[in-house]
């Protein structure tokens, strides 16, 4: 008899489980799964900076988070409703996190006595009543994939390892989701391995009719669709946008793309990203380390190509010195900073916001350049996009700074058209009458001249430069002119920004300014407390330096400025010394984003406490 | 060789005064540095490129100052990345001649790790390094190649430091053209330039080359008329390793460990000589030619160590983007936007 099916709008689920049990894969595929259905989907991935640590030890877990719903979305949720935990140390990290009342599907047969020492746990959490305030569904989740798998030639080792793909198929179960997209995937992946692929298969299908045939749930959910735009969608993480966005710009500019870059955590995919790219004859430079990443882009840029690099918080510390020669020798250059928790090695896949204050002055001399901010695992695509353009058509570093959660995190995107990218208006100088290296346009940008032009033959570097000719002089008035000329410049990148644009009321008690991947929390948080009818406007810096030109006076229509940030007031520093005006820091670094409820709690508190009303 | 337009064939006939720039050149007076200038000018319209098509990289020092002299392109980088910026030139375009001038401690201290990938991936690029032994720009202190016990700024007491052998690591990195020249022979160093320019891969020269501020006669003893002859050997393909004024000394190889001979001797003739083979494949003889300046009592050696032939990085590169290319077609945006799971809103 087929279960009734209940629809709700909205649902976190969290995957959780050893960094060997595939649970990034598991969540993965359900995101695609329910993504296609035309859902909206944040997810939030959560590992551990070890490949493998020991395993079933608490450092081992590692969790992937997803949040669905009828509703536009905008975080992978802030406390689940549902936690798949495959052993004891999965429960033992995500049960703080879970609502009350939240289910707990539990792997039984890893909470032997073994499992349970290494989470820390002295009594089974199953028997001692811990779990009280929960819906725990306890399903012998190896037992049943073991079972299931029999007949295959596979050790038993490999048959254990099919169990993440059981609880894939009880979960898209549960939800009402079909398995046919993951038994494709399976096809492609096991191509070669048809052992594996049948046993994969098999696990998924097992989990899906396990639900169907037992009692353990009485009903199944379901979340409609969302009230999406029109539109051909795909799923997009932070980096695989970025990667997008910078081949898409290459295509918008019809230069080729070169990225000098070197691996580190959490912004290697895009460097692997990009390597895909060959057919559109993207140079990947896996450099010998992270200088030589930025030190080939800036080679790369003088000689014509569309040039990044992509690197972490030490990653940008190394480059600032070769930032600072594409300063002086005006050269364009995307630099991507997929910012984590630092200082020094600090928290490698977590995130953090704590690198504004180096983009926007790490580095010696008088050395400005543009910083922008991407908002979303989607707006990772635009804001590439608006970096390759601004640095082409201004000659100059663009610093983007993105972060661990947008990097990870994924949500749908609806493609846009080639045509509605902007364009990109720049070229190449090649007449040689009247060609100086430093002789600017209006907007204050010299030429840019590549070697194998005839005629325009002429030589850039670090040391400062004659005002127009480009010969190196040392000259007191000199310096201060081209000072002065490589700041105008920067600020006139203000005339192709947009203004701001305030959320909500134009003015009032309370305007959120806030930046980067806070954005989707602080934009639900609002909304939330909204509803409890405490009002707050929003508004978001997508450009950072230069600010937009109206800034200063949107903010003076505020009593109070709130800002948000997961660093500690680095944007409120910023705000304080261009406009004298006092800003409320709220300010977290945990490694964590913020949740949607720490905004909302933060807005009654602001507003006089919910009882103040 | 598409791209390799013949000067000749297409009219254009360069002199060494079109390749020198406007600008005053600030080396001191009797800077090695000179020479140097006077042999790349002299060469550069035997390096079969388009003087638009070649570009001059540099890092930081008195040798980095070297592309503002010449009217190629040039680009004056920053301590130590000269190599690494010019990697990037050469991957951006495969019709560039890419030339990197650099010194003893802007490639071989702050630039090393660049220094060593690029010769491991064997870049197209043609490096000449200025090896005064001595930091200039900086006034006078020890470089990774100065003599152990050097009395420096920096070391009063003289370094206790040993130093770069810069043939033994350019080969052992993986260098596909090594030599050596001197300032003070512009013949010699012309036919290296000449010969550098041809090679395809990472050539990598360097020049013995005196500061005569910090460090003036650094060099004399191989230089200099009256010693040169017994304390240089000039390396020859083919030719047996022979020195010294009257042409009487030979280096005779036995086993793997050089011997000085006396050809007068009675006991040696010329046919006991090693014969130098520069596109010898196992790289033990290069190397042990390499070691003769750190062994006193040898000669130094100048000219071509080994030079091989190998597939470089850039040319690796480029034939993957076509191949890929080729395969799959140019990318479109299409492409790039939909070749995943998508799905429809209406």
């Keep these: 008899m087929a279960k009734q099916v209940q629809v709700i709008e909205d649902v976190t689920v969290r995957f959780a489980g050893d960094s060997g049990d595939g649970m990034q894969l598991t969540g993965s595929q359900f995101t695609d799964t329910t993504a296609s259905l035309g859902t909206d989907v944040g997810t939030l991935p959560d590992f551990p900076a070890e490949i493998r640590a020991p395993a079933g030890s608490l450092a081992g877990v590692s969790g992937f988070q997803i949040h669905f719903s009828s509703n536009d979305i905008q975080t992978p949720g802030d406390s689940p409703d549902v936690l798949v935990a495959m052993n004891p140390a999965a429960l033992k990290v995500n049960l703080k996190d879970l609502k009350p009342n939240a289910t707990i599907i539990i792997n039984t047969n890893s909470f032997d006595l073994k499992n349970l020492k290494l989470a820390n746990y002295d009594v089974s959490p199953l028997e001692d009543g811990s779990l009280s305030g929960f819906n725990v569904v306890p399903v012998e989740l190896t037992k049943l994939t073991v079972t299931a798998l029999e007949g295959l030639s596979l050790s038993p080792k490999e048959k254990d390892k099919c169990k993440n793909f059981f609880a894939l198929g009880l979960m898209y179960w549960l939800y009402n989701r079909p398995i046919e997209k993951t038994l494709q995937w399976l096809e492609s992946k096991f191509k070669k391995k048809p052992e594996i692929l049948e046993a994969n298969q098999r696990a998924l299908k097992s989990g899906f009719y396990y639900g169907e045939t037992t009692e353990i749930f009485t009903t199944r959910y379901d979340v409609k669709p969302a009230k999406l735009p029109k539109g051909v969608y795909r799923n997009v993480s932070g980096n695989e946008a970025v990667a997008l966005g910078f081949v898409a710009a290459s295509l918008r500019a019809g230069i080729p793309l070169f990225l000098g870059s070197y691996p580190i955590t959490p912004a290697s995919e895009i460097l692997q990203e990009l390597s895909k790219y060959k057919d559109f004859g993207v140079v990947t430079f896996q450099a010998e380390d992270e200088i030589a990443g930025i030190a080939s882009a800036i080679g790369a840029a003088f000689a014509g190509s569309l040039a990044l690099t992509t690197t972490s918080g030490p990653g940008l510390s190394l480059k600032t010195e070769a930032i600072g020669l594409a300063v002086i020798t005006e050269l364009p250059i995307a630099i991507v900073n997929v910012q984590r928790g630092g200082p020094s090695t600090g928290l490698p896949t977590k995130t953090e916001q704590a690198d504004l204050l180096q983009a926007m002055y790490g580095r010696h001399g008088e050395a400005p350049v543009v910083v922008m901010a991407a908002k979303s695992p989607v707006d990772c695509f635009y804001a590439s996009v608006e970096a390759a353009k601004i640095a082409v058509e201004f000659m100059t570093p663009v610093i983007l700074l993105t972060d661990g959660y947008l990097a990870f995190g994924s949500e749908p995107m609806k493609i846009p058209a080639f045509d509605e990218l902007p364009k990109f208006n720049f070229e190449f100088r090649k007449n040689p009458e009247g060609f100086y290296p430093y002789l600017r346009n209006e907007n204050l940008v010299r030429p840019w001249a590549i070697p194998g032009t005839p005629g325009l033959e002429h030589r850039i570097g670090g040391l400062e430069k004659k005002d127009v000719y480009g010969n190196i002089s040392y000259e007191p008035e000199n310096h201060e002119i081209m000072i002065n000329n490589r700041k105008a410049k920067i600020e006139k990148v203000q005339t192709v920004v947009p203004d701001a644009e305030v959320e909500g009321d134009k003015s009032g008690e309370l305007l959120i300014l806030s930046w980067g991947s806070t954005y989707g929390a602080i934009k639900e948080g609002i909304r939330k407390a909204a509803a409890e009818g405490y009002k707050a406007s929003h508004l978001h810096l997508r450009y950072i330096h230069p600010f937009p030109k109206n800034l200063g006076d949107v903010l003076k229509n505020f009593k109070k400025i709130l800002i948000p940030e997961m660093n500690k007031g680095q944007m409120a520093t910023i705000i304080r010394s261009t406009f004298l005006m006092d800003a409320i820091q709220f300010n977290k670094v945990k490694g964590q984003p913020f949740k949607v409820a720490e905004i909302e709690n933060k807005i009654y508190e602001v507003l006089g406490g919910k009882n103040g009303k | ?346």
């Design chain 2, 1 to 346: 060789m598409e791209n390799k337009i013949d000067q000749l064939a297409t009219g254009v006939k360069y002199t060494a005064k079109d390749f020198s720039s406007d600008i005053d050149v600030k080396w001191c007076p009797g800077c090695g540095d000179y020479s140097i200038l006077a042999q790349v000018q002299r060469t550069s319209p035997d390096f079969g490129e388009k003087k638009e098509n070649i570009v001059w990289v540099s890092g930081i020092g008195c040798s980095s100052r070297f592309p503002y002299y010449m009217s190629t392109y040039g680009f004056h980088g920053i301590h130590g990345r000269a190599a690494a910026i010019a990697t990037g030139v050469r991957l951006a375009n495969k019709n560039l001649q890419v030339w990197v001038a650099t010194g003893d401690g802007d490639m071989l201290s702050i630039g090393g790790n660049h220094f060593i990938h690029a010769c491991r991936k064997n870049v197209d690029l043609k490096i000449l390094l200025f090896n005064n032994r001595i930091y200039g720009l900086t006034k006078g202190q020890y470089s990774p190649t100065s003599e152990k016990g050097k009395v420096t700024k920096s070391s009063p007491y003289g370094t206790v430091d040993w130093p770069f052998n810069a043939i033994k690591l350019a080969d052992g990195a993986g260098a596909t053209f090594i030599a050596r020249t001197m300032d003070r022979d512009p013949k010699h160093m012309q036919e290296m330039l000449t010969r550098a320019s041809k090679h395809k891969g990472l050539a990598f020269i360097e020049v013995y080359q005196n500061c005569p501020i910090f460090n003036d006669g650094a060099y004399f003893h191989l230089t200099e008329k009256e010693t040169k002859p017994e304390n240089v050997i000039v390396l020859e393909h083919n030719k047996p390793l022979v020195f010294g004024a009257n042409k009487d000394k030979g280096i005779k190889l036995d086993g793997i460990n050089p011997v000085v001979i006396d050809l007068n001797d009675g006991k040696h003739s010329i046919n006991d000589c090693w014969v130098h083979d520069e596109f010898d494949d196992n790289p033990t003889r290069g190397f042990i030619l390499a070691r003769l300046s750190d062994l006193p009592g040898f000669p130094t050696p100048v000219g071509v160590f080994r030079q091989y032939n190998k597939p470089t990085y850039d040319g690796d590169y480029m034939k993957q983007i076509e191949h890929v290319q080729s395969q799959k077609g140019v990318g479109t945006y299409e492409r790039l936007m939909f070749s995943t799971t998508t799905w429809e809103v209406n």
